[in-house]
């Protein structure tokens, strides 16, 4: 310890007397003050403890010293009693004192040790050691002990008393001052060396971070610099470093900064920071330096100067640039990498994402940097990898697959943790999986290809076989062990011969690949039709290393091909030629009329009354038929002809090659039809029923290469429909005339169309009346007002109408209109009265919502449905009779009339006739025309009446035109009439005028 200060100064006021005890106090206040010292110089804890456990032991020593003294003089006597245990007290305290520095030592600690030492000791030595001691020595001369005492405690009064307090008191002060003296030493002391240690340690990095310092008063003075500056730029310390010797170390292109700079600063204040190299005189080398510096203004504020400190920065330099080239490179690793990589905190957030992983999302780096993971997947990603990423987070690594957007990827993720092991974020790396999968998926298809039921056997380049899959040897029977090692052509060796093989393989070599269809033989010995694929594997440098050959078992195919071929081209129910087929051979034989120049036919059969048969006795007699008559039809034809089924219960017979002559190939045609009519009305046998069957014929001949297949089956359907007309059970052939009137039917069919959409129909009425020739009722009648042919009948027409399906519409509008007309007469007294008759065809009565249609108009037009009378044709009785009974039951019901038009003409039941709710016949007009001549007519016109008469029925006659028909109608029973003789058929403003004339004349004969 370099310096000390006495906390306790001894002098004489301390001496007791006995020169023993006091040379033993000295001892002690010398120990005391090392051990104050100790305390506020020295720095090691155990020097401490050293001093004070030596302080502790001379007090013992000393204190023992005293006891021997005070129990020689005064023997278990209560001063000496009571001194001990002040001392033992004392040593306690001191003891207590110790543990506490030991354990927890402080500045007030070690106060509170030195002041209660330094008192106490003073305490002791001035009052209870000077007492005990003059006690002592007045004992030593023979004085009582009372008297001694006595002695002592007045020695111990007065002047002395205050002397000693005066002592106290001072040493208190004293070691309270000198305390905070020693520790105010110390401080200053520790301060000064501290400053001298940073200044020492300042110059060390000085030196080893190569740092100069320099001051610069102007731009134009030199500049004043350390030591270190004269190194860090190589130069003699004879040399007057300025601006103009700095320039000539640094290259031109830093000249203008470094001026720019230094300008700035002293003007502006703005510090003054650049980095430049420079070329050292001393050795050539080139150096980096990094200057900075700050205006200084002078104590007045009229002047500044630049100080600062530059340091060779070259190893830094080189380490960034070293740090940025790998940097540059690492990112250009990454950037190219198949490995992408992304950095997040722990809050989920993009920190560093590389460009490839940027790209991923088709953005860049920066815009994902500080972005939330959730906005870049997605939300509908980010709930998929969202469970990895917590997990990540809790601190565990993390491997999955993910499919974002087209590309298969594989994603990692890596916890990244802090120094105290918490995480902070984590690592993704991705990599792109996308070829890797597609190849697995690759390999898997060709495993499951090599497995799959298609043959396969693998050769090498000799065509030894290799590898046989299973399904090979199911489709060839030849198990793998009895095939590895030989040659494929044991499959079909006696089938091929070598010129065979060595066109199939030369091919491969070729091209690569062969395909073709081939036989192939079985193990057991059969042959079967194989469909046979042949390809060449080549290696990277396009040699053939092997051959992959697929076999395919063509049996099931090839039938399958023939029941196509019989669906598509053959009736199922005949196994005749079908429509598709026919055509086929028919254009076959026009195209060879180019050649041979003869005629041909078609004959265009349809079975008469088919559908009667199918609807009576079921489908399954009617196919039972069909069959019958194909196998019939082909008896009658030659080998070279066609016969084929078209549909339903038409069937189509081609005839080729009759003669280059019309009228022999027609004698031909002639002969093979009466043939087939002939053989067609032989009875058959349908299971238990005896069935007749008629057939009817249209044939048409040509020989001419330019007519087409649908002219051809078109003018023989036509000559077919002339037959039919004919009788059927007949056969017609084509008339050119025919053809004609089948065109404008047609054209008629196509104006009739327009006339529907276009409105042109209007109703004429008729007059009917009773036998006082008063007007009852009137019939409506249509007419089509034709733009061009004016006022067209409904006999032109109305046949057509039925076929096409328009008599639906038409018919709607009939009844719509006279629905309409009622409602105004029933407004009018005169006509009030009137019904209005309207025919209804069997096709618009038969459909099913015919009676719902019907009442919807009677509630729309709200009219007297006893005014309606529908005319009702007898061929309504023929098909359906219990529906038509059902049908108008429920119109009858309603108050509708029926009147059962040409009575007489058709084949009318009597037994339904009477269930039928009519209220009249109408007896048709080809019975009136001659009624007055014929008698026949008179038979069935009376007839007629008497039944009406007994079944309750009115009777009405139509077409009465004399006054001798009408006469002749009254006198037989026939009480209503209508025709010529009456009225004509006339618009609905004529015959409301014709009606109003009648009634005029009957109110003035009346």
Partial sequence: MTESIDIFPWNENFCTGLAKIDEQHKKLVIILNRLANQAVFGTSVIDMNAVFQELINYTVYHFKTEEDIWHQYLPNHQLSTNHKLGHDDFVQQVITLQTQLTTTPSDALLEQMISFLTQWLASHILESDRYMAILVMMLQQ????KEAKAHSQQQMQGSTRRLINVILSSYANLSTNTLHLMRKTRLNHDIQQQLVNSEKRFE?????????????????????????????????????????????????????????????????????????????????????????????ASPDGKSHTISGFSQDITAFKNAEIKLIEQQQQLQFINDNSPFYIARCNKQQEFIYATQSYAALFGLKPDDIVGQPVKSIFGEIIYQEISQHIDKVLSGVSVTYDLCLFTQELLVQYVPEFDQQQQVVGYITGISDITERKQLEQKLRLAAKVFESNEGIFITDTNRAILQVNKAFSTITGYPEEELIGKQPNLFNAALYDDNFHNEIWNKVVETDNWEGEIWHNHKNGSTFPAYLFIDAVRNENQCITNYVITINDMTIRKNNEQKIQQLAFYDPLTELPNRRLLLDRLNRVIISNKRLHKNNAVLFLDIDHFKMLNDTHGHDVGDLLLTLIATRLSDCIRKEDTLARIGGDEFVIILEGLD??????????????????????????????????????????????????????????????????????TVRFFDPKMQEAISKRAALEAELHQAVTQHQFKLFYQLQVNQNQQPVGVEALIRWQHPTKGIVGPVEFIPYAEESGLILPIGQWVLETACAQLKQWQQQCDTKHLTIAVNVSSKQFRQKNFVDTVIKMINHYDIDVTKLKMELTESLLLDDIDNTIIQMNALGRLGILFSLDDFGTGYSSLQYLKKLPLSQLKIDRSFVDDLLTDQSDQSIVKTIISMADSLGFSVIAEGVETIEQKRYLLDIGCSHFQGYLFSKPMPIREIEQLISNIQECDLVLS
Avoid at 207 to 218: F, I, P, R, S, T
Avoid at 675 to 695: A, P
Wanted: proline share 4%.
């Fill in 142 to 145: 023979g004085v009582p002990l």
């Fill in 204 to 296: 060390e990095a000085m030196y080893y971070a190569q740092v100069g310092y320099w001051d610069l008063v102007d731009l134009q003075s030199p500049l004043h610099w350390s030591d270190q500056m004269y190194s860090l730029f190589g130069l003699s310390k004879d040399q007057q470093p300025c601006l103009a010797m700095l320039f000539q170390l640094i290259p031109v292109k830093y000249h203008h900064t470094l001026i720019e700079s230094i300008t700035s600063c002293y003007n502006t204040g703005i510090e003054h920071h650049i980095q430049y190299p420079i070329t050292r005189p001393c050795d050539g080398t080139t150096r980096w330096i990094e200057c900075r510096g700050k205006r200084i």
């Fill in 660 to 729: 280059e002559e019309d009228i022999i190939a027609a004698s031909k045609t002639t002969t093979i039809c009466t043939t087939i009519l002939t053989r067609m009305n032989d009875v058959f046998q349908l299971n238990d029923i005896h069935y007749n069957c008629t057939t009817s014929i249209g044939v048409v001949l040509f020989k001419d290469h330019l007519t087409t297949t649908s002219e051809v089956m078109k003018q023989a359907d036509i000559a077919m429909y002339q037959a039919k007309l004919a009788g059927r059970n």
